[in-house]
């Protein structure tokens, strides 16, 4: 069936041999009835004809008293016929599609873009201020002069941009580089020893020297003093650089025989939540109720829309889990020794300034792995910052 025929509805009417064929053609044409296929039968006549022009034929046959049966009655003419009694159905119905319509004229989500330094919620706050959030009404909203607002009394923000689509603002930023203000513990503070070892050299920019080159300090020693006493009286600075030294250190790495890995997945559960004007509301979980062990793989937002253009306030959250699957998996000393190796020169990475002079290795197997042991004679900055406290 065609929309149209659906909508204006159509009819199907079975007339019977007792009536002659050149009788009913002789109706058809006074009535000025239109059909749309007729079929001839062993026992009759079938005509298919719009719904009104049938109707019409109806009347007609029943003033001259010639028997026909209505075979099939079609369109949205019979769904108005059975709700005519339930007029909430239809006032439920408008009252939808005005909710629809007019929430169009709210803003229900904002989502921000170009931030590194500033949160999303920070920026949002930073709108609130200029009276810009969620459910604000769009048509006394000049986006213009939002923009302008925010540029001029916010600190951290030196660009915005704001695009509304739907329901939906659209917000892009520029952070303000700002210079870093000092601190009132950088701007007094002194260099001691991180770790024992020999003074090697100094790459100090501020401060006075506290110890020579190869001297022995200890851990926690004064390196470099950010005090200095003047025959004028006593001046408070920042002691700033880098003090070498020779040190020793020992890394120790230990790889278990047997650990517990994950292998795959065993199952995964859905888990559906629709959020509205910011509240979420649970669907349903589809696998049952969520096990502890379960990882969470992916979050899938959509909002939902009647049309591309007109975006609905109401978001569908799918969260997929899967519960882990593990495996015993056993290491030879030769794949504990390369795993070792590895983590040796990762922690090494992470050790700035760090020169290695001469290493020492030791592999040790026990009850729990295997152990690689790494001695380093190394040259490395040992100066730590630490605050100087005035009265």
């Not at 580089?177 to 503070?189: A, I």
């Not at 517990?260 to 910011?278: A, M, N």
């Not at 699957?325 to 290491?331: A, H, K, N, P």
């Not at 001469?358 to 040259?379: A, F, H, N, P, Q």
Request: aromatic residues 8%; contains cysteine; hydrophobic residues 40%.
């Amino acid at each position: 069936m065609r929309i149209v025929d659906f909508i204006f509805g159509e009819m199907t009417l079975y007339i019977p041999d007792a009536t002659a064929p050149s009788l009913i053609f002789e109706i058809l044409c006074r009535s000025g009835a239109n059909y749309r296929h007729m079929e001839r039968t062993e026992n009759g006549v079938v005509i298919l004809c719009p719904k009104r022009d049938g109707s019409a034929l109806c009347r007609i046959l029943r003033q001259k008293n010639i028997e026909f049966t209505v075979l099939a009655d079609r369109g949205i003419h019979l769904f108005f016929q059975r709700t005519r009694l339930r007029p909430g159905l239809y006032l439920g119905f408008f009252c939808f599609l005005f909710l629809i319509l007019f929430s169009t004229q709210f803003v229900f989500d904002i989502r921000i873009s170009g931030n590194t330094v500033l949160t999303d919620t920070e920026v949002l706050e930073e709108l609130a201020v200029q009276g810009f959030s969620p459910g604000s009404y769009l048509p006394k909203t000049d986006i213009e002069a939002l923009c302008n607002r925010v540029v001029l009394h916010s600190d951290n923000i030196s660009w915005i941009s704001v695009n509304i689509l739907g329901t939906v603002a659209h917000v892009e930023i520029k952070e303000r580089k700002s210079k870093p203000t000092p601190t009132p513990d950088s701007t007094l503070s002194c260099l001691v020893a991180a770790r024992d070892g020999v003074i090697v050299g100094f790459d100090c920019t501020t401060g006075k020297i506290a110890v020579n080159v190869g001297e022995t300090v200890k851990k926690g020693q004064l390196l470099v003093n950010g005090v200095t006493d003047t025959a004028l009286g006593t001046y408070y600075g920042n002691a700033a650089g880098a003090v070498r030294a020779r040190t020793k250190r020992e890394i120790s790495i230990t790889i278990p025989k047997s650990e517990q890995v994950i292998c795959g997945y065993e199952r995964t559960e859905v888990k559906k939540s629709i959020i509205f004007l910011g509240k979420t509301i649970k669907i349903f979980t589809k696998g049952g109720n969520l096990p502890s062990s379960c990882d969470t793989m992916r979050v899938e937002t959509k909002q939902l829309s009647l049309t591309p253009e007109l975006l609905l306030p109401i978001f569908v959250e799918t969260t997929y889990y899967a519960t882990p699957v593990y495996t015993e998996v056993s290491y030879t000393a030769q794949q504990a020794e390369r795993l070792a190796l590895e983590a040796y020169l990762e922690k090494c990475k992470q050790i700035p300034d760090l020169q290695i002079l001469s290493c020492t290795t030791r592999w040790e197997e026990g009850e729990e792995g295997y152990t690689l042991v790494k001695v380093l004679d190394c040259i490395e900055n040992i100066a730590k910052k630490v605050p100087i406290q005035t009265n």
